[in-house]
């Protein structure tokens, strides 16, 4: 069997895991369980992947184990995640996200939305994986952008890896540009 570099990535962190790693228990629902896990198991590996906290999810809850600031970033990922799934609308304080300091956003062109998260999001999600970031759209808010209408992506990780993510959403969103024009 092939493993990812990722995954063994994650798995060598999982392995080193010290005394400063704690567990945590988040209740959820039977929908919220099966969203969590995704097929396969790729929603779960996904946040896992992103937050660096092992994730164990169950029938009611899910445990999370890893130091405060996977925790942290776990818990965020979970939150966002499971808002996502009635349709996109997410309900946290975009200012207190946008003043975090693993946070980078970009407007995006609303006719290059669609073509940045790829069908049923494929290509965002690759994107996340490929760079170990966790990204999303503010849906709700549409913003006046040097393109027209714009909707903001976030980009939350440390500084390389967000920083690799945001310049290929550039290039992807560059490309869509120039192959309107043609």
């Given at each position: 069997t092939t493993t990812s570099p990722a995954a063994r990535c994650a798995a060598l962190h999982f392995a080193n895991l010290?005394?400063?790693?704690?567990?945590e228990t988040m209740p959820l629902?039977?929908?919220?369980?099966a969203y969590l896990v995704g097929r396969g198991g790729q929603t779960k590996f996904r946040l896992e992947n992103f937050s660096?906290?092992?994730l164990n999810i169950d029938k009611d809850s899910a445990e999370l184990t890893g130091t405060d600031d996977a925790l942290e970033r776990?818990?965020?990922?979970?939150?966002?995640?499971?808002?996502?799934r009635n349709g996109g609308r997410i309900d946290i304080d975009f200012q207190d996200m946008e003043e975090r300091k693993d946070v980078e956003t970009l407007d995006v062109p609303v006719p290059a939305v669609g073509?940045?998260?790829?069908s049923k999001g494929a290509t965002l999600?690759?994107?996340?994986e490929k760079h170990r970031v966790f990204m999303f759209f503010d849906n709700d808010r549409k913003r006046d952008g040097k393109h027209g209408p714009s909707k903001r992506l976030y980009i939350v990780?440390?500084?390389?890896?967000?920083?690799s993510a945001l310049e290929e959403s550039e290039e992807v969103v560059n490309?869509?540009?120039r192959k309107s024009v043609v």
């Amino acid at each position: 069997t092939t493993t990812s570099p990722a995954a063994r990535c994650a798995a060598l962190h999982f392995a080193n895991l010290t005394m400063s790693t704690r567990t945590e228990t988040m209740p959820l629902s039977d929908d919220e369980v099966a969203y969590l896990v995704g097929r396969g198991g790729q929603t779960k590996f996904r946040l896992e992947n992103f937050s660096l906290a092992r994730l164990n999810i169950d029938k009611d809850s899910a445990e999370l184990t890893g130091t405060d600031d996977a925790l942290e970033r776990a818990r965020l990922a979970i939150k966002i995640t499971l808002q996502q799934r009635n349709g996109g609308r997410i309900d946290i304080d975009f200012q207190d996200m946008e003043e975090r300091k693993d946070v980078e956003t970009l407007d995006v062109p609303v006719p290059a939305v669609g073509f940045l998260l790829g069908s049923k999001g494929a290509t965002l999600r690759k994107m996340e994986e490929k760079h170990r970031v966790f990204m999303f759209f503010d849906n709700d808010r549409k913003r006046d952008g040097k393109h027209g209408p714009s909707k903001r992506l976030y980009i939350v990780g440390p500084d390389r890896a967000r920083d690799s993510a945001l310049e290929e959403s550039e290039e992807v969103v560059n490309f869509k540009d120039r192959k309107s024009v043609v």
